[in-house]
């Protein structure tokens, strides 16, 4: 059974930074990434990645700002997130599986519990 648990929320000011972790477990995929959703809005595509790191995709809202990658060591993913911006503001939530093409990340199996990001202006 897979599970994907997010940590590392927190509330920022603008222009600082902050990285979200994702342990998951079960096994490994071939593509993960990271959505984030504000009320009344539709979840949003943030960054993903091949397993491998050969593929990355962004959105351009944080093109620049954000990377993704994962530890060498053991199933943790991460999203580093450098500058931001009060609209950056969301929960945040860590997706595995699925398929990665360009900046378009498709039907992620699985899902975290989301780790809320605050950013003040």
């Known amino acids: 059974q897979v599970h994907l648990v997010e940590s590392g929320g927190g509330l920022v000011q603008a222009g600082g930074s902050l990285t979200l972790s994702c342990v998951a477990s079960?096994?490994?995929?071939?593509?993960y990434g990271w959505f984030r959703q504000t009320p009344g809005k539709e979840r949003e595509f943030v960054a993903a990645?091949?397993?491998?790191?050969?593929?990355?995709g962004y959105s351009d809202s944080v093109k620049g700002r954000f990377t993704v990658g994962r530890s060498n060591r053991d199933l943790t993913l991460y999203l580093r997130m450098n500058n931001l911006k009060p609209e950056d503001t969301a929960v945040y939530f860590c997706?595995?599986?699925?398929?990665?093409?360009?900046?378009?990340?498709?039907?992620?199996?699985?899902w975290g519990q989301g780790t809320q990001v605050t950013v003040s202006s």
């Open positions: 990645s091949s397993w491998r790191g050969d593929k990355k």
């Open positions: 079960g096994r490994t995929f071939g593509f």
């Open positions: 997706a595995a599986g699925g398929y990665l093409s360009g900046n378009v990340y498709s039907a992620p199996e699985y």
